[in-house]
Each structure stands twice: as C-alpha cells, then as structure tokens.
C-alpha cells in the first residue's frame, strides 16, 4: 500500500509534524514554573498545536496514498480522530507539567500518547468509506503502536530537559520524522480488498470528499506555518528591558564621573546595589559566610548541583523550595529563609515574602495591582511577584532611582 504515494505530499507531511511538533514543544517548554493563568493556557496552546500537527500530518499522508476512485471520508469518525489526538496530548502534557515528573510518570504518559496516536490513526483510517473492504497486518498495526509510543516519549523527554534553540529544533526534527514513521508504517500494513458480497457500496453518514479535505487539510497547514512563525518572531519587552538597563547604567556612569565617583563604586550605582557601610573596626558584625556556589535540586534519579548563576528565581514551597534555572523549575531541600542566606546577595534579592530574584537575569518591571512583576530571562522566561514594600528596593537595584548626595 506504501507504493505509489505521492512524494511532496509525503514530504508535506513529514515537514507539518516537524512544525507542529517545534511550536507545540516550544509552548510546552514554557509550562513549568509559570503561574497558574499562563500554565492553563500554555498546555492548551501546547495540545492544540501538537494535535493539529499530528492530525494534519495524518490526513496528508492520507490524501498523499493512491486510494480508490471513489472514496470518501466520513465526517464523524474524522472528527474523533482528532478530538482523541487533542485530548491524549492534553493528558500527557498536563501529567508532565505538575511537579517533578518521575520516570514512571513519563513513561506512562508516553504509553498513554503513543496509544492515542495509534487511535487516532486508526479510528481516521476508518472513516474511509469506498468500494472496498479494509485488512489490517497484525504486526504493523504492533510496529507502529511501538513507534507511536517512542516517538511520544522522545517528545516528552524533549521539553521536560533544559533545551535550547538548537536542541528544540532537533527534538522537533526526531519527532515529526518519528509519527510520520508511525503513520506509513501503518499505512504498509494495511491492504484494500474488494467488498465480498457486495456490488454496490452505500454510504452511512454525512461524508466529504478528498477535495473538502484538502481544503480543511490546507487551512490547517497554514494555521501551523503561522503559528511556527510567531514563535520565532522574538519578545520586544526583552529588547526594550535590555536597552532600559543600559540606559540607566549610562546615567549611572555619566554621574559617577560627574561626581568624580571611584569606578568600582560607579559599577555598583550602575547595577543598583546598595553599599551597606562597615561598622567601625568591623566590631559588632558577625562575618557572613561565603555564599553557595551551586544549590541542591532533586529529581527522579538523585540530587543534582546548578550553579547559581544559572538560577533565575527561588520560589518558596512549605519547607522546601523550588529553584527555576529559566527552563524549569525544581525542587530544592533549603528552605527560603535558607537559600536567601546562602546566595549572594549582591546578585539576589527578595522581592515577597515568597519569593527571591536573581538581579542580572530581570528583563522587566512592571505596576500590577499594589505591588509590581518582574520578569527574568531564559529559554522560558516566567514572572516573579513583587510585593508593594519591595518595589522601591528592586528599582533601586535595577539602576532605575537616581539618587543625590
């Protein structure tokens, strides 16, 4: 049945799996570590697009095999192909994005998404109505099953790691390349045969024909390429963020040598640090331990050590914490009272009574509600509240208060 496709359709499809899978990855990506309005509806974002690529890819691939004069497509079990691709992503993402995933967890999310893609290819493959009966080789139907299974489990290890452009792209490649194996794989394993019996097919249902499809087909293809498109289309608040900071660090600059203020002290201003003097002789002032380099994080299969360079933000979670790296956050055995003592506090601060900030990485202030939010940098930028009495310090940080002698 493999034989006879039409190449740039196969390659179509292959390539609308690719896309697919980079936006639906790429808001996924962004799930963990932000608040609960935005998780809500990044994991619709990620299902939709995710499903519409897989389904898209699917019906290509159908319009894309040398069917029977004849054939059509019968409306309901199309649509529940994809309202069963839409609700398995939906699933296996959600059970993903909550906490810190276990490897048992992934992997039966995994199962659960790669069964839902097998069904999803099959129940459409059914909503074929022809001439013909269809027959099914029992061990495709298993190879692709695997397939599916592997392939979802590639994508969900795929954005639950810290990833950049680079790696997205090539989890995004493996991926799409992995259900379009799925689906021809299937598609090898199924046989047309003549109806037995039977000299006239009737038609049970409302059906469209393959031009309908390739209408719908085609709307969605375009519904991706746009989507694919705005995700590569980057933040203008981080632009305008960064061309804020160093406007201030210029001012900052500019009045130190106006001042005649040392240097070092000027590079200080210019960051917003405060110079907390040193009582006389040093008497009455415990020394402060040296800061930690690194913070414990916990995982599936043991503690791990981030710099805390790396560290954008520590979010307090009843004794623990959870440390966000700017892809994800995870959880650490310090509690917030305990972090803030060992980090740097020339590079962090805390901003609520929740929460602690890494300075360098804010990329945005701004007015909400009685207090402000900030948001800090990294491949899944997240925002961090900022409670009312804080909001004069983190201004005075981020060089944006121009203090007098």
Excluded: N
């Amino acid at each position: 049945m493999f034989e006879g496709h039409d190449p740039y359709l196969v390659a179509l499809s292959v390539a609308i799996a690719i896309l697919g899978g980079y936006t639906g990855f790429g808001l996924a990506a962004r799930i963990r570590g932000t608040p609960d309005a935005s998780h809500r509806l990044l994991l619709a974002g990620a299902a939709g697009f995710l499903a519409v690529g897989i389904w898209t890819m699917h019906f290509v691939g159908m319009l894309a095999a040398p069917l029977p004069a004849g054939t059509v497509y019968l409306v309901l079990p199309t649509i529940v192909s994809f309202l069963i691709c839409a609700l398995v992503v939906g699933i296996s993402l959600f059970f993903v994005s909550i906490g810190e995933p276990s490897l048992l967890r992934v992997v039966c999310s995994a199962v659960l998404l790669g069964l839902g893609i097998a069904s999803m290819h099959y129940v459409g493959m059914h909503g074929l109505s022809g001439p013909f009966a269809m027959e099914h080789d029992v061990s495709m139907v298993a190879l692709s099953v695997v397939i599916a299974i592997a392939a979802a489990y590639g994508g969900l290890r795929a954005f639950l790691a810290r990833r950049g452009g680079v790696q997205l792209i090539l989890s995004a490649i493996a991926f799409g390349i992995a259900v379009s194996g799925m689906h021809y794989t299937a598609m090898m394993g199924m046989h047309l045969v003549p109806p037995a019996g039977e000299s006239h097919h009737h038609i049970d249902g409302l059906s469209a024909s393959p031009q309908i499809l390739s209408l719908v087909v085609a709307l969605l293809c375009f519904v991706i390429a746009a989507g694919f498109l705005l995700s590569l289309v980057p933040d203008p608040r981080r632009k305008a963020a960064a061309k804020s900071a160093a406007v201030a660090a210029s001012v900052a600059e500019a009045d130190a040598l106006q001042a005649d203020i040392p240097a070092t002290e000027a590079a200080v201003a210019s960051a917003g640090m405060r110079l907390r003097p040193t009582p006389l002789g040093g008497l009455g002032q415990p020394p402060r331990a040296a800061p930690a380099p690194r913070l414990p994080v916990e995982s599936a299969d043991g503690t791990h050590f981030i710099d805390t360079a790396d560290v954008r933000s520590v979010r307090a979670d009843a004794h623990y914490t959870k440390v966000h790296d700017g892809t994800r956050e995870r959880m650490c055995p310090w509690s917030i009272s305990e972090a803030e003592a060992q980090l740097d506090p020339s590079l962090f601060l805390r901003v609520h009574r929740s929460h602690i900030v890494a300075i360098p990485h804010v990329t945005l202030v701004r007015k909400e509600g009685d207090g402000a939010v900030i948001e800090l940098d990294g491949p899944s930028p997240h925002r961090v509240p900022v409670s009312r009495a804080k909001i004069a310090e983190v201004k005075a940080r981020l060089g944006l208060v121009r203090r007098h002698a």
